[in-house]
């Protein structure tokens, strides 16, 4: 990195490409106009392509009612809490939202992913996956289980 | 169409001061310096493979990078981003080299931050308004007030990017709601779902909210405006500063009532519109400054 370098910049007109403040080049200008078509080409056909999205930011209508994936750890003991994803590191915080494309993949995956869990969480002896709808009456009342699904269990070998 | 499209070229490639293409570098430079330093990315180390979801632009991963890979990036990240910052009111010659190097690794790290069961929007803003300045070569200088399209064009695209991705998330919400999205209890049926979540850090906004249909209506009917109407902006050169006084205020609230962690989204629009609806500076000097 070379300081001061600024005075050294010409004065005047500036030239087309340059790094003098000139018109970009035509690849530049072509990468402009193909970058802004594809943040609109992912929105209109909400495709996820990182850092591109469709930004679908709480675009469903909310309801009382909600459908929650869950996760529940079972002890030695046979008591059954939520898993503390967040206690498992940073790695499976999100792993929640995971539940649904897990419940639609095979054996094997799931099982995979349940012994990870298990690793991480050593006090848990199982793992059940739920489906749950809660209902709420209206804003500010508590919600209530209204059913809930076992889709996936797996326990610790 | 030739003639819209001859416009719309004029406009984004219309001459700018090279101060501000400065100043833009600068402002994203420390923005992604905050994101990079702030977040313990190390942390994702630990995440198995059955686990790992990577984006498209990741999928060649075969999992999670090791905690020293992970803090390699941080670190060049970092590095880049302070030269941008320094390199912008120094006028170096590396200070375009520094950003995309800050912009790379942000890409990668937010990249793998995502891939690990959740699309998360926190740092998109930030690297679609930067990817513009991240392609600019022109070297510029803070107080810099030579004229060139050169230096015009990254701030203006970045605006344009700005405002298509608020207008993105607005027609989103017409398109899988419609007006139902605002005059509905939507707005206190989110503010019930944060409530409960614990993220916000108080409940009496939301509460307050969600207590009043009109106000949530109101709420819902101001964040969805915004979002429709900010590409006036582009248009209306006096709007600017007013509507990064909006995008501040819709993301504060945001995190009081919901918890979500969207400053850098405040930020990058405060920049950006900020820096484009500023005054013109006076007509530019016969010689370079500095």
């Known amino acids: 990195v070379r300081t001061g370098a600024t005075s050294k910049v010409p004065a005047g007109s500036v030239r087309e490409g340059t790094a003098d403040g000139g018109r970009p080049r035509r690849a530049v200008r072509i990468a402009v106009y193909a970058f802004l078509v594809a943040i609109v080409l992912c929105g209109a056909l909400e495709i996820e392509a990182w850092p591109l999205s469709a930004f679908r930011l709480f675009s469903t209508v909310r309801t009382g009612t909600q459908v929650r994936w869950e996760l529940a750890a079972v002890d030695d003991a046979g008591l059954e809490t939520p898993a503390d994803v967040a206690a498992m590191g940073r790695g499976f915080r999100q792993s929640v939202h995971l539940l649904p494309t897990l419940a639609a993949a095979s054996a094997a995956e799931q099982d995979q992913a349940c012994e990870d869990w298990l690793e991480a969480d050593r006090g848990a002896r199982r793992m059940h996956v739920y489906r749950s709808v809660y209902v709420a009456e209206q804003p500010g009342a508590p919600s209530v289980l209204q059913s809930r699904a076992q889709q996936f269990v797996c326990e610790r070998p | ?290």
């Open chain 2, 1 to 290: 169409v030739t003639g819209v499209a001859r416009r719309v070229d004029a406009w984004l490639f219309a001459d700018g001061p090279a101060g501000r293409l400065a100043a833009l570098r600068a402002g994203l430079a420390v923005i992604l310096l905050l994101r990079i330093a702030t977040w313990p990315f190390v942390e994702l180390a630990g995440a198995p493979p059955s686990l790992f979801r990577p984006p498209l632009l990741l999928a060649w991963a075969q999992g999670m990078p090791p905690a020293p890979v992970l803090a390699a990036l941080q670190v060049a990240g970092v590095g880049g981003a302070v030269v941008a910052v320094a390199g912008s009111w120094r006028g170096w010659r590396g200070t375009a080299a520094g950003l995309r190097v800050g912009w790379f690794a942000l890409l990668v790290l937010g990249g793998f931050k995502t891939s690990t069961g959740k699309i998360l929007h926190n740092d998109v803003l930030l690297l679609l308004v930067a990817f513009p300045a991240v392609l600019a070569s022109a070297r510029a200088r803070i107080g810099d007030r030579r004229p060139g399209s050169g230096f015009g064009w990254p701030v203006r695209v970045g605006l344009t990017v700005l405002s298509l991705v608020y207008l993105l998330s607005g027609v989103q919400k017409l398109r899988h709601s419609g007006l139902a999205w605002v005059f509905s209890d939507n707005m206190r049926w989110i503010l019930h779902d944060a409530i409960g979540s614990g993220m916000a850090p108080t409940t009496a906004v939301a509460t307050a909210l969600m207590g009043s249909a009109l106000l949530s209506t109101l709420a819902s009917l101001g964040l969805l405006a915004f979002e429709l109407v900010i590409p006036v902006a582009l248009v209306w050169r006096r709007a600017r500063l007013a509507m990064a006084f909006g995008a501040v205020t819709l993301h504060s609230l945001t995190w009081l009532t919901l918890g979500l962690d969207y400053w850098a989204w405040s930020l990058v629009a405060a920049l950006v519109l900020g820096l484009s609806g500023w005054p013109r500076p006076g007509s530019p000097p016969a010689r370079p400054a500095g």
